[in-house]
């Protein structure tokens, strides 16, 4: 067979012309009948033959014209890849801007273009009612500026470290966010020193030490992907030693293992990048957005409850984790008393995650963390729910702090809010809890108020919000307001115990899964760290103790 090239007429990509012919080799051995090409996913890479029993005529610059051939479809796949993530970074960044606006309370209240004379009709119904999950832009999103309250501010230096860690793996990430202590520090600590430092972070930039606060930490990213084992086969063939012994068994084995076991996330914990020490959890986006619109293990949703510095954004992401974080506030407010202050409201959603954490059953995590995490981010948590509390009709700030130009970023004084306990109202939030937690409550009441199946049944048809070809609002029939009107601490334990019954299986089962998917070595380690936590946040206590 004789290859040659053509030179494209217009500016186009070179043609490949072949002439085969028929051609006898007398073969002396299966290694001299081996074939001339290795054919990767990329090139064609000649193999020489010891004893070459055939000249093919213009062989190198036939070869060369090949992998030229296929390096410019690869850059160009590359050169789009990296155009893509840059877009998505800049939009991101352009988000994080507009969640520092003097507006940005009032951010998340939708104002519709019509005229206020104009009556409202079916049509005009809240994006909440009917999310659009099939969006692929940021410009079709419910409206602009939709959901920037989910961007903090942090560092400028720090966030582009971040972001650049993003950037030493070439698998495409999606969407992409740093969270926990080693990005939002929930203690004060001293300096420390460059030893300490170095034992965390071999070579650590000014920025994290700076953000850190002098008490290094591992930082820990979250990444979303389109294709779980597509993903996992490009970064086993880049990082391997990120991998226990699971990944020998290739990227088949290891998204099985993600997909199927816990909560859908695969994690590779204390991976040095750069000098920094990081953890990285890697999930599908469908896996994301239905754990965050329908609440079925808490797992992701719950750590997206807190403050998180969102690297690489997504619009579906966004608006399901929108709807996430409405849903804890509402949860939230189920729990709470007509009164309370935002401390009480932080906490109470920051600890929702916490209920059914089998880590907080065991001296393997601080008790006092929950504390901690709200304590340290004020701002933070009022920057991502103050927005959301201007949005709903039965809660407001009831404080005259709020009167100020810069009461938002005011964390000196805490707020005071008050929600209304009408029946109605509060059976609406009910009726708008995610789907998966909402079947949930309905189950354990409908054993409380001892209903019939069939009964129940008929009365959830009638109810039925989720058809696709009809406009339903999600409003709270007499079933809701039944529930919402449940003594206060009786609603409570409810609500509680179906969090717990949410969050365990899938916390315990992903806890398992940790110590073959990071294997034992990192997993004990990252055990004794979390025990030495638990006894560090327990020594003032016993101190306290004995003066006493």
Known sequence: MIVRSIPPSSGGLPIIWAHVTTLRVAMASPKQGARLYSIHATRFQYRPRSQPSIRLPALSSTRSCLRTFSSDTSKRSSSEGAKTA????????????????????????????????????????????????????????????????????????????????????????????????????????????????????????????????????????????SYTQHWHSLNLMQHRDHYSR?????????????????????????????????????????????????????????????????????PRVRLANQINLLSALRTALLLLPPTFTEQELYATIAGISYLGDPRMAFPTENPKKVANIVNHNMLNFRRLYAPLVESLPNVDYDDPACSKPDWITNTDAVLKLQQDMDPVKRGNM???????????????????????????????????????????????????????????ESLRQNVRGVIKKTINWPSTTQSIKGVITSGFGRSFRYMGEKMAKYREADKPEKADDKSS
């Open 430 to 488: 009910v009726r708008r809890l995610p789907k998966a937690f909402r079947a949930k409550v309905y189950f354990e009441y409908q054993k409380k108020f001892q209903i019939p199946r069939l009964e129940f049944n008929k009365m959830m048809e009638e109810n039925k919000d989720e058809d696709a070809d009809s406009f339903k609002r999600q409003q709270g029939g007499s079933f809701e307001q039944r529930v919402a009107q449940d003594d206060p």
């Open 86 to 225: 840059h877009k998505i970074e800049s939009e991101t960044d352009s988000a994080a801007g507009a969640a520092g606006s003097p507006n940005e309370p009032h951010s998340q209240k939708h104002h519709s273009s019509t005229a206020p004379s104009t009556p409202s009709t079916e049509s005009d119904f809240d994006w909440e009612e009917k999310p659009n999950f099939r969006i692929e832009k940021f410009t079709e999103l419910p409206y602009t500026n939709f959901g920037v309250n989910q961007h903090m501010i942090i560092d400028r230096e720090f966030k582009e470290v971040l972001r650049q860690l993003l950037w030493k793996f070439r698998a495409p990430i999606r969407y992409a966010f740093a969270y926990g202590s080693g990005v939002f520090p929930q203690s004060t600590g001293g300096a420390a020193t460059e030893a300490e430092i170095k034992a965390i972070h071999p070579k650590a930039p000014a920025a994290v030490q700076k953000a850190q606060e002098g008490s290094p930490k591992m930082i820990d990213f979250i990444f979303g992907v």
């Open 246 to 314: 699971l990944g020998s068994l290739g990227s088949g084995a290891v998204s099985w293992v993600q997909d199927k076991w816990g909560a859908g996330v695969y994690f590779n914990p204390y991976v040095t990048v750069d000098g920094v020490l990081i953890k990285y959890g890697v999930v599908n986006i469908d896996t994301l957005c239905k754990d965050l619109s329908e609440w079925d293990t808490l797992y992701l949703a719950g750590r997206l409850h807190k403050p998180v510095k969102i690297l690489r954004d997504d």
